[in-house]
């Protein structure tokens, strides 16, 4: 009797640390967020205030030195160089996964997922470079420099290819080996199982990863930076240059001085918006899918 | 040593280090189970609070021992203040390093923010030195601009492009969109793809000064930040025109980086042309003080400006001023 109470205590001990830890843990993120917003908009309040929002979106052209802060061309292009990214991972990343879950042999598939995890842990100065180097002048013969939305969404794509593949591959798994046998009992083929039964089982998590590569190729750097070609102007055609918001960070703020500096924060703040909203309506389809 | 670790060796070509963001793998029911099990562990814990305390006390080992009587040459000690030129910064990190080694009493904090700042911040009293990549205007007459080194912007062009030398009126050209094609100065039919750098780079001002363009005027194909960009997508582009610090581009062209140096106002594009000032687009590297009465400022910037440091000047791709 007073061993088994014991134990329950001690049990209790240990289930109340863990709690402790847990919420403690889920507190410091969400703070961070919050703080890391509000460290922006305080940032940004200067700017703002003295410029207002319109003209951000009004005025001729961005040439922050000489009073013109136009952010539409760098919103438009930090969405489609996302956007191009996102086309070519997603039908790569969701395929490599498939292929991996149902098709590749044991010994090839573990391979291949600890090539996908390697393809993931290259840092992205190191994309950068090779598209710089390698990637740039190939598609320098399609016109132009070379450094454009096509290189920039190329390489980002395979940047998140990864983010895809695994979060996919781990969607795929976690559907019940049931309702794959089901399948198989009703003589559906293996490509119809997968189709009709495993995707459809999978989606919520498929595309919870897209959208993780979603915020990660639109908060994506150094990469872009060196292969879009950083000009800011309405990008007319793919292989035109273009300036995202993170690279307009970059680029300007070792060299920006009061409220140059406030301006780009501004522009931070329109990326964290642009991600949030992105975040919310992909929530917002997954619920009406429900 | 806090100065150190903020600024990679100039020659890096990233100067903003983006962490690859970790793939979250989703966790299993499985895993979470093993994981629970991980943390009521107890020896997880003792290892987890040994791992904190270790990190903790970790900088404690880098710290100097302050307290042990050294013997230094000069008897300096104290703590200078430098702000100013992210160009400058760089350099005067490692001689400010040199420094402190020589004279373990001092120690040196380097912080940038553009020339604009470190002039701002000499005259409030917040640096006691300020950094500035151009000589000093008429209104900063008030301070003092002493030269520590100098640093040419040349004109950068593919290797295999013909075209031997650009004049005034075709880099205006050039850059404001009116010539777009190499067979307008002499070159093959070949599209010219701008390459400027973006907006606040001194070597930027350097070159607008120089041809007297107009910021807003450009029109350019790429936008650069550093020279190492630059230098990158001149290589990888056969059209392309750019503009680069000299000593930057001597050293890659010599290690075999497919660019050349165009001559500016027929004078060649070297860092001996910039020293001996026959070069036209060049700027002085400053520090700016407003006085030397502090023997620690005087005793720095004289350090700064003496033969010991040229190894360091030349390291960056600068060139050394000769007394």
């Not at chain 1, 044991?106 to 390697?118: F, N, P, Q, S």
């Not at chain 1, 990637?135 to 939305?149: F, K, T």
């Not at chain 1, 060299?255 to 949030?276: D, E, K, M, N």
Request: with cysteine; glycine share 10%; hydrophobic share 50%.
């Amino acid at each position: 009797m007073t061993k088994w109470s014991l134990s329950t205590l001690s049990r209790l001990k240990s289930d109340w640390l863990f709690t402790v830890v847990t919420r403690s843990s889920a507190c410091v993120a969400a703070a961070i967020v919050f703080l890391v917003v509000a460290f922006l908009i305080s940032e940004s309040i200067p700017a703002i205030r003295q410029i207002g929002v319109g003209r951000f979106i009004t005025d001729a052209s961005w040439h922050p030195l000489s009073d013109q802060f136009n952010l539409t061309p760098m919103i438009v292009a930090s969405l489609t160089i996302t956007l191009g990214a996102i086309l070519i991972a997603a039908p790569l990343g969701i395929s490599a996964a498939i292929y991996c879950q149902f098709y590749a042999p044991t010994a090839i598939a573990v391979w291949y997922r600890r090539l996908i995890e390697l393809l993931s842990g290259i840092p992205s100065v190191v994309f950068g470079l090779w598209g710089l180097v390698v990637l740039a002048p190939i598609v320098a013969r399609l016109g132009g420099s070379g450094q454009s939305i096509l290189t920039a969404s190329l390489v980002l794509g395979l940047m998140i290819l990864p983010t895809v593949a695994l979060t996919t591959q781990a969607a795929l798994r976690s559907v019940p080996g049931e309702w794959l046998a089901g399948g198989a009992a009703l003589g559906f083929c293996r490509s119809s199982t997968i189709r009709r039964i495993a995707l459809p089982a999978a989606r919520r998590g498929i595309l919870g990863g897209l959208l993780l590569a979603l915020a990660r190729a639109m908060g994506e750097t150094m990469a872009v930076l060196m292969l879009a070609g950083n000009v800011v102007e309405m990008p007319d055609s793919i292989v035109a240059p273009a300036r995202t918001l993170t690279a307009n960070i970059a680029l300007e703020m070792g060299y920006a001085t009061a409220g140059h500096r406030s301006v780009l924060f501004v522009s931070g703040l329109f990326l964290i918006a642009i991600v949030a909203v992105s975040v919310s309506l992909a929530g917002f389809g997954g619920a009406v899918d429900e | 040593m806090l100065a150190r670790a903020l600024y990679p060796p100039k020659n890096h070509l990233i100067h903003h280090p983006t962490t690859p963001v970790g793939i979250e793998t989703p966790v299993g029911i499985e895993s979470i189970g093993a994981s629970c099990r991980l943390i009521l562990n107890a020896s997880f814990w003792v290892r987890l609070c040994a791992g904190v305390i270790a990190v903790t006390l970790m900088p404690g080992c880098h710290t100097r021992s302050d307290g042990a009587a050294e013997i230094t040459s000069s008897g300096l000690s104290g703590r200078l203040t430098v702000t100013g030129s992210s160009t400058l910064a760089p350099l005067v990190v490692e001689i400010a390093k040199r420094f402190e080694q020589l004279n373990p009493g001092v120690r040196i904090d380097v912080q940038t923010g553009g020339t604009g700042k470190g002039i701002a911040d000499v005259r409030s009293g917040v640096a006691d030195i300020g950094m500035a990549s151009r000589p000093l205007k008429g209104n900063e007459t008030d301070l003092n601009a002493y030269k520590i080194a100098a640093d040419g912007v040349s004109l950068i062009v593919h290797e295999s492009n013909p075209v031997q030398e650009l004049t005034q009126r075709q880099v205006v050209g050039i850059y404001t969109g009116k010539i777009d094609n190499w067979l307008q100065c002499g070159g093959r039919d070949q599209s010219i793809q701008v390459v400027h750098k973006a907006e606040g780079r001194a070597t930027l001002e350097v070159f607008l000064k120089h041809f007297q363009i107009d910021n807003p005027d450009v029109k350019a194909d790429v936008i650069v930040g550093d020279n190492q960009h630059g230098i990158k997508t001149v290589a990888g582009a056969v059209g392309a025109l750019g503009y680069v610090s000299i000593g930057t581009a001597e050293v890659e062209a010599a290690t075999g980086t497919p660019i050349r140096l165009l001559p500016v106002g027929g004078i060649a594009a070297t860092t001996a042309k910039v020293a001996s000032g026959e070069f036209p687009m060049s700027r002085p590297l400053n520090l700016v003080t407003i006085d030397l009465a502090n023997p620690l400022v005087r005793t720095f910037v004289e350090f700064c400006q003496s033969e010991e440091v040229h190894d360091q000047v030349v390291a960056q791709y600068f060139v050394p001023i000769k007394k």
